[in-house]
């Protein structure tokens, strides 16, 4: 941000969004983000129709029907090669980052979206059901990739008062791309024997549009600047991202964040677990991504349809009430988006893990009575929508929001690798396991999400500060007192040339 002279006084310029960077955020969460939301849910619809593929074309292979059990495999495989994916991408998150840059490894990331659309799309054609598990896979890298990438990306775009909302669009995108796939997963779209295929190929369409249009967006002018040294390429970035020519102060901004980290060095995710400096900059956001996935999310779309049925509502008109679930996900995400930065990152997430944590403990009561209480379905279906807006406002979207702005620039890539390790892990472990809870415990199972979440949200209230507004020094500093340590900077060694005063108020930033 700039500073400029009215009637004496310095005046703050606020951030404002430009074309420039709406169109960056718009290119980069359609092309990627949206991915993630959109594989999620696409093999739902259709899995009747590909179960009966994956048996005829076994049939047609060795004349005899596939037995129950290894069918179950398959699917399995299907269901859960995704977020294994996901997983390995997180891990390839800091090497790419740092070697190709945010946009750069947006760019290459779209070879895992391309090539997966065009295997799973020729599936039937080929015959082989292998292809398609192959590519959940790969199509799962993309996921994990862009699920760290982009927020970061936008995280170094956006200036510090836009930061919190332009974080939550990568959520959006991802609440999108549920919702699309739930629209045309519907049977008479393309949810059925013909048209499953094409379902599934449809993926490869944002990011080929992401290839073809982000590369003429500036790359994060904090990457060009404290990590390549490019100044002068750094400085037409944010010229074009702020929409004004006067962009000394914010590039002096990052000129002490680079020399804050210049003892630091690039730092390993092996550096970052030892790093005394982020310790509980790094509990904090595995806390927050375990307690985002392992809140029950997934469980709740699991028995949402079983809810649904049992309210009255038919079985073909189930699809359309689940679409209406997404739309109601997408339009609150869209509120966090407004109300982020009044609010706060730290209150939308004690509300939505609180609301989580209610309706989890209500759900589980409503469920035990739904078969004597004849009203009691009704409160179940209030349960699941209370849940999908509690989690819409702060579990989903603020953790990659939080993980963005913890964390300086050397230290960010790893941060991300192991924010998205624990987010994909837990994803993966919540599908592994929940069929097991759901069969011992039954309704009872949402208990321990309730518990997930009241552990997660107690952890945010005594632990993690309010972040809105605040330079990614001033967040590191906030940290610095619960880490016991101390963070000096030398401005007199920075080599930007600026005025005695704006060097002066530059340093009062990291002044507590």
Same mark, same amino acid.
């Not at 999108?176 to 449809?202: D, E, F, M, P, Y």
């Not at 609180?354 to 078969?371: E, K, M, P, R, W």
């Given at each position: 941000?700039?500073? &400029?002279?009215? =009637?004496?006084? #310095?005046?703050?310029? !606020? *951030?404002? $969004?430009?074309? +420039?960077?709406? /169109?960056?955020?718009? @290119?980069?969460?359609?092309?990627?983000?949206?991915?993630?939301?959109?594989?999620?849910?696409?093999?739902?619809?259709?899995?009747?129709?590909?179960?009966?593929?994956?048996?005829?074309?076994?049939?047609?292979?060795?004349?005899?029907?596939?037995?129950?059990?290894?069918?179950?495999?398959?699917?399995?495989?299907?269901?859960?090669?995704?977020?294994?994916?996901?997983?390995?991408?997180?891990?390839?998150?800091?090497?790419?980052?740092?070697?190709?840059?945010?946009?750069?490894?947006?760019?290459?990331?779209?070879?895992?979206?391309?090539?997966?659309?065009?295997?799973?799309?020729?599936?039937?054609?080929?015959?082989?059901?292998?292809?398609?598990?192959?590519?959940?896979?790969?199509?799962?890298?993309?996921?994990?990739?862009?699920?760290?990438?982009?927020?970061? &990306?936008?995280? =170094?775009?956006? #200036?510090?008062?836009? !930061? *919190?909302? $332009?974080?939550? +669009?990568?959520? /959006?995108?991802?609440? @999108?791309?549920?919702?699309?796939?739930?629209?045309?997963?519907?049977?008479?779209?393309?949810?059925?024997?013909?048209?499953?295929?094409?379902?599934?190929?449809?993926?490869?369409?944002?990011?080929?549009?992401?290839?073809?249009?982000?590369?003429?967006?500036?790359?994060?002018?904090?990457?060009?600047?404290?990590?390549?040294?490019?100044?002068?390429?750094?400085?037409?970035?944010?010229?074009?991202?702020?929409?004004?020519?006067?962009?000394?102060?914010?590039?002096?901004?990052?000129?002490?964040?680079?020399?804050?980290?210049?003892?630091?060095?690039?730092?390993?995710?092996?550096?970052?677990?030892?790093?005394?400096?982020?310790?509980?900059?790094?509990?904090?956001?595995?806390?927050?991504?375990?307690?985002?996935?392992?809140?029950?999310?997934?469980?709740?779309? &699991?028995?949402?349809?079983?809810?649904?049925?049992?309210?009255?509502?038919?079985?073909?008109?189930?699809?359309?009430?689940?679409?209406?679930?997404?739309?109601?996900?997408?339009?609150?995400?869209?509120?966090?988006?407004?109300?982020?930065?009044?609010?706060?990152?730290?209150?939308?997430?004690?509300?939505?893990?609180?609301?989580?944590?209610?309706?989890?403990?209500?759900?589980?009561?409503?469920?035990?009575?739904?078969?004597?209480?004849?009203?009691?379905?009704?409160?179940?279906?209030?349960?699941?929508?209370?849940?999908?807006?509690?989690?819409?406002?702060?579990?989903?979207?603020?953790?990659?929001?939080?993980?963005?702005?913890?964390?300086?620039?050397?230290?960010?890539?790893?941060?991300?690798?192991?924010?998205?390790?624990?987010?994909?892990?837990?994803?993966?472990?919540?599908?592994?396991?929940?069929?097991?809870?759901?069969?011992?415990?039954?309704?009872?199972?949402?208990?321990?999400?309730?518990?997930?979440?009241?552990?997660?949200?107690?952890?945010?209230?005594?632990?993690?500060?309010?972040?809105?507004?605040?330079?990614?020094?001033?967040?590191?500093?906030?940290?610095?007192?619960?880490?016991?340590?101390?963070?000096?900077?030398?401005?007199?060694?920075?080599?930007?040339?600026?005025?005695?005063?704006?060097?002066?108020?530059?340093?009062?930033?990291?002044?507590?």
């Amino acid at each position: 941000m700039v500073e &400029y002279k009215k =009637e004496g006084k #310095p005046v703050e310029r !606020r *951030g404002r $969004l430009t074309v +420039v960077l709406g /169109l960056a955020t718009f @290119i980069s969460t359609f092309g990627s983000s949206f991915q993630y939301g959109y594989n999620v849910a696409v093999i739902n619809s259709p899995s009747e129709f590909m179960q009966q593929f994956y048996n005829t074309t076994y049939m047609e292979r060795y004349n005899s029907p596939m037995e129950e059990d290894f069918l179950t495999l398959l699917w399995s495989l299907s269901v859960s090669m995704f977020p294994l994916g996901g997983f390995f991408g997180s891990i390839m998150v800091a090497p790419l980052v740092n070697k190709l840059g945010r946009k750069g490894t947006l760019l290459f990331n779209n070879i895992f979206a391309i090539v997966p659309a065009v295997m799973m799309g020729v599936s039937e054609i080929a015959k082989t059901y292998e292809i398609i598990i192959v590519a959940r896979f790969i199509v799962g890298i993309c996921a994990g990739l862009s699920s760290n990438v982009v927020p970061m &990306y936008l995280g =170094e775009l956006a #200036p510090k008062n836009l !930061r *919190g909302a $332009l974080g939550i +669009v990568p959520q /959006l995108f991802i609440t @999108i791309g549920i919702l699309s796939a739930q629209v045309l997963g519907i049977r008479h779209i393309l949810g059925n024997s013909t048209g499953w295929t094409l379902l599934l190929g449809l993926t490869g369409i944002p990011a080929v549009i992401e290839l073809l249009l982000l590369p003429f967006f500036p790359e994060s002018p904090r990457y060009m600047l404290i990590q390549k040294g490019d100044e002068k390429t750094a400085k037409k970035a944010l010229q074009r991202l702020r929409g004004w020519e006067d962009v000394d102060t914010e590039l002096l901004e990052m000129r002490l964040e680079e020399q804050s980290e210049k003892a630091e060095g690039r730092l390993t995710v092996l550096n970052l677990l030892s790093q005394r400096s982020l310790r509980w900059q790094l509990i904090s956001i595995i806390v927050m991504n375990m307690g985002q996935q392992l809140s029950g999310v997934n469980a709740i779309y &699991y028995y949402a349809d079983s809810i649904y049925g049992s309210a009255g509502v038919r079985e073909n008109d189930i699809q359309y009430v689940t679409v209406g679930t997404g739309a109601v996900n997408v339009f609150m995400t869209i509120a966090a988006v407004f109300i982020v930065e009044a609010s706060g990152r730290r209150l939308l997430l004690l509300c939505g893990f609180g609301i989580c944590c209610v309706a989890c403990v209500v759900l589980t009561i409503a469920l035990n009575f739904q078969d004597t209480v004849t009203w009691m379905p009704y409160v179940s279906i209030a349960c699941v929508i209370i849940y999908v807006i509690g989690h819409a406002i702060g579990p989903s979207p603020i953790p990659y929001v939080v993980a963005t702005e913890m964390f300086r620039q050397t230290a960010r890539p790893a941060a991300f690798m192991v924010a998205g390790s624990v987010h994909w892990l837990s994803n993966f472990t919540v599908g592994l396991v929940f069929p097991f809870l759901e069969r011992g415990l039954g309704p009872y199972s949402f208990i321990i999400f309730s518990f997930i979440c009241l552990v997660t949200l107690i952890y945010i209230w005594i632990v993690v500060p309010e972040t809105k507004n605040k330079t990614f020094l001033e967040i590191c500093q906030m940290f610095a007192k619960r880490n016991k340590v101390e963070i000096k900077l030398d401005a007199g060694d920075l080599p930007l040339k600026e005025s005695k005063e704006s060097l002066e108020d530059a340093v009062k930033v990291t002044a507590f």
